[in-house]
Structures are given as structure tokens and as C-alpha cells.
């Protein structure tokens, strides 16, 4: 575990992807660099959800506090909000990092993601740790580079260095 003197803020998320593996218990094994990244934290629990019955998101306890209370002050497009913040219940469960630096993914959540007892893929993206499984990061990973110039050309118009 990192010094907590030394420590005084949260580590910068990892940018990479990492592949790693959830266990027959449905704990997924934290790559190294999310594990110091999580730990650096300064709660050390986590709201375990999907937004899209696609990605399994693990978010700090303070983002997810931030996600609810969009769903509870929205007042615009009140139906899908409240769809999408019962499904995040329905799947989500919090769940701490384990000394070993595994974390618990709700069996609800794994068994309909296709994550039980499987390799899967680990990144992080707009306030989350998104776990992919083999068939979301494949699909991903075909559809990424279809005009992939024209992609970068808007991106870099837009301040992409």
C-alpha cells in the first residue's frame, strides 16, 4: 500500500487497458496500476454497476454519491433517468478492494455481462473503472479503427494534440 503521508492526493487514473480475469467467485483482480489507483482514494469503498447492460463501471464512492444525486434532482427526462437509475440498482452493489486487490462483482451484474469465471478487459473512462468482457472488447476493438482518419482529423480540430 502506498504512504499515506506521502499520499495527500488521489494518483491519476491509469490510461492504459489491462487484461486480467474475474474468479469463479466473481472477484475480479485488479491490474496493479488500478489497485494503487483505487487505494489512493481516500474512501476506500466502491459502487459496483452497469449504465449499459454492456460494461461493468466501478465507481469511487464519491463519483457514484454524484451520480445519485443527479437522479434525485433531475428533473429533465425523468423517465429515462429513472430507468437508468433502477437498472444501476438492480446490478450495483458496493463492494471494497480486498487486501489481495480484488474486488467484488455483483453475481447479478457478472452473470449478465458475461463476466463469471472469465478473461476480461480493465480500463478507465469518464470517472470509472470499466471492466469488459472478451465479446464487448472484441466488438470494440473491430469497430474502433472503421474511419479511424477521419476520427482524428475532428479530434485534433477539436484540440486532440
Known amino acids: 500500500m502506498l504512504d499515506t503521508e506521502a499520499q495527500t492526493v488521489p494518483l491519476p487514473p491509469p490510461q492504459a487497458i ?4 474475474v ?4 472477484r475480479l483482480k485488479v491490474p496493479r496500476d488500478f489497485e494503487n489507483y483505487l487505494r489512493s482514494l481516500p474512501d476506500p ?3 459496483v454497476t452497469t449504465l449499459d447492460e454492456r ?3 466501478i465507481y469511487s464512492r464519491a463519483n457514484w454519491l454524484e451520480n445519485a ?3 434525485e434532482e433531475c428533473h429533465e427526462d ?3 433517468l429513472e430507468e437508468v437509475a433502477f437498472l444501476t440498482r438492480v446490478y450495483g452493489a458496493e463492494s471494497p478492494l480486498d487486501k489481495d486487490g480484488r474486488i467484488l462483482i455483483p453475481p447479478q451484474l457478472r452473470r449478465k455481462l458475461g463476466l463469471e469465471n472469465q478473461p476480461v478487459w480493465v480500463g478507465y473512462f469518464k470517472g ?5 468482457s472478451e465479446a464487448v472488447y472484441q466488438e ?3 469497430r474502433a479503427p472503421v474511419n479511424l482518419k477521419e476520427k482524428v482529423k475532428a479530434l485534433r480540430r477539436r484540440g486532440l494534440k
Open 140 to 142: 470494440m476493438m473491430q
Open 55 to 57: 460494461v461493468a463501471r
Open 78 to 80: 425523468v423517465d429515462e
Open 69 to 71: 444525486r443527479l437522479f
Open 18 to 21: 489491462y487484461h486480467s480475469r
Open 128 to 132: 470509472a473503472v470499466e471492466v469488459y
Open 45 to 47: 469503498h466502491f459502487f
Open 23 to 26: 474468479d469463479d467467485k466473481g
